[in-house]
């Protein structure tokens, strides 16, 4: 069993969906991280999560300690939203990344 | 501006050369990391360093090999030893309870 799993692996939808995507892990951690990669390859960082929840622009994290899982959602979606998400966690001395969420959005 | 830089972008290597990636960043992180990429799949840990002077393996370090001897940089080589060194290398930095930061990545595609 992977340390960091995600689902779906893959997601599309419709411009203006509701869109979640979820992350639960099994190790002890300091942090979440969510992250974009387009095709390209390169990562962007999205959020930071040690609790509670954060907002940006369209894109809202959750994380519960407790269940050890987290959320990312996206409202209002749109095809340049198009990309892969990855979640990431942050044990003491390192990374360890989730496989993926491909999503596509579809005008 | 902070940044991590990778380089180069693109990198064609005959087998059995050697190949080193470059990767500097300017955010006084203690903490980098290598990780390869290979298509539809995640990513995987090679080697990490917390500090300089001081690196460790990762899930697959096999064939490869770093060095830290300075808190900037954290170069990469791909050695004739690494079986399958297509890929896409991503290389990362943090420091403890902050955001992590991403290099853009390098593809290497052996000839």
């Known amino acids: 069993k992977n340390e960091v799993e995600q689902s779906p692996q893959n997601l599309t939808a419709q411009e203006g969906e509701f869109i979640t995507i979820n992350c639960s892990y099994s190790?002890?951690?300091?942090?979440l991280h969510w992250l974009q990669q387009h095709p390209g390859g390169g990562i962007v960082s999205l959020f930071m999560l040690s609790s509670g929840k954060k907002k940006h622009g369209r894109l809202i994290a959750t994380i519960n300690i407790q269940e050890k899982h987290s959320s990312l959602h996206i409202t209002a979606s749109h095809p340049r939203d198009s990309a892969v998400y990855i979640c990431?966690?942050?044990?003491?001395?390192?990374?360890?990344f989730g496989t993926g969420t491909r999503l596509q959005v579809f005008p | 501006d902070g940044g991590i830089t990778q380089s180069p972008k693109y990198l064609f290597r005959k087998e059995g050369q050697n190949v080193t990636l470059s990767c500097e960043q300017n955010?006084?992180?203690?903490?980098m990391y290598w990780y390869r990429q290979d298509p539809g799949q995640g990513l995987r840990l090679i080697y990490y360093?917390?500090?300089?002077?001081?690196?460790q393996k990762g899930d697959i370090a096999e064939g490869y090999s770093v060095s830290r001897e300075k808190k900037e940089s954290f170069p990469l080589t791909v050695t004739s030893a690494q079986k399958n060194p297509t890929a896409f290398y991503l290389c990362?930095?943090?420091?403890?309870?902050?955001?992590?930061?991403f290099g853009q990545g390098t593809r290497l595609t052996v000839v």
């Open positions: 190790v002890g951690i300091s942090a």
């Open positions: 990362a930095s943090s420091r403890r309870d902050t955001e992590a930061f």
């Open positions: 990431a966690v942050s044990e003491p001395d390192k990374l360890i």
């Open positions: 360093s917390q500090i300089v002077n001081d690196f």
């Open positions: 955010l006084n992180h203690d903490a």
